[in-house]
């Protein structure tokens, strides 16, 4: 594995959603966007993630949302792009453009739909790595994917491949997170997905917080990451609590659907509006969302 800076992919990363004006990316707002989201507290960016609706996006849209990050963002924080695509040359270009527009590491999510074997993921990942000198994090969403990678199969890929140096875990599988750690060692990046498990995990090996509520509030998702991390989890455990109402709201209609609602209400982007086939909210989340926006005073 290679040797990343101590500080380096640790910390509260918001995975960025994608404003649209009509069925355009509205790119004015979204560098807006950026800029608010570090200004706010956001230790981390990750592009393409679940959240930036990846896959109801061209290429061309994926790079330049990455270019535009990028320039925004001005190295005050590290720019991660997840470059997972449909196909494997799409993720291979997408790779190959994160690599050269500057990026600071790559997230490789599980090939989605086609369910890979566990020889088949190890083949596919070793050879994306090809097209990259950043390091990488693999980003394990079976909910999303139908694809999970095995430990084994996970240790044996980061023995072959040194720049694999974590992974974003968004499933609820302590042993899998725990047997992990125990293998690749400190040094090895592991991301929460989930808020509600995640910092309990902090302390014991989690190096950080992927999470989409970091796109409405990152300053506190970055506070629990460091009350979490410094051994304070009763104080994580109550920021989380307050933020409790927010998460529930924000997810119960498919992600990215409410954060973007939620976002748009606070002024923080100009449409709420997701791609299809994700539709608008329904009218009972939308009242919920606006009385859990006001009673955390984001309205």
């Not at 959240?51 to 963002?73: D, K, V």
């Not at 086609?114 to 070793?126: A, E, M, N, Y």
């Amino acid at each position: 594995m290679i040797k990343l800076g101590q500080n380096f992919l640790r910390g509260a990363y918001t995975p960025l959603i994608t404003p649209f004006n009509g069925w355009a990316v509205d790119y004015d707002a979204y560098a807006r966007f950026v800029d608010w989201q570090i200004g706010n507290g956001a230790q981390g960016l990750v592009v393409g993630g679940t959240s930036g609706e990846p896959f109801s996006l061209s290429l061309t849209e994926r790079q330049n949302l990455l270019r535009i990050a990028i320039s925004s963002a001005r190295r005050r924080v590290p720019v991660v792009a997840q470059t997972c695509g449909v196909s494997l040359a799409d993720t291979w270009s997408l790779t190959e453009h994160a690599e050269q527009v500057g990026a600071d590491a790559i997230m490789l999510m599980m090939p989605p739909f086609v369910k890979p074997p566990q020889r088949g993921l190890k083949s596919f990942l070793s050879y994306v790595s090809r097209a990259t000198t950043k390091p990488i994090l693999l980003y394990q969403i079976p909910s999303r994917t139908a694809s999970t990678i095995e430990v084994d199969t996970l240790e044996d890929l980061c023995e072959a491949v040194p720049s694999i140096v974590g992974l974003k875990q968004s499933s609820e599988d302590y042993n899998f997170d725990s047997d992990i750690m125990s293998r690749m060692g400190d040094e090895f990046r592991l991301f929460m997905g989930l808020p509600k498990i995640a910092f309990e995990r902090i302390p014991k090996f989690s190096s950080g917080l992927i999470v989409a509520l970091g796109n409405i509030v990152p300053g506190e998702i970055a506070k629990i990451f460091v009350h979490a991390e410094e051994g304070e989890l009763g104080k994580a455990r109550a920021l989380r609590d307050e933020l409790q109402e927010l998460n529930d709201v924000a997810f119960r209609d498919t992600s990215p659907i409410g954060v973007k609602y939620m976002a748009w209400k606070m002024g923080l982007i100009t449409s709420g509006e997701c791609r299809l086939p994700l539709p608008p909210p329904e009218v009972d989340d939308v009242e919920a969302m606006d009385e859990a926006l006001g009673a955390a005073g984001l309205l």
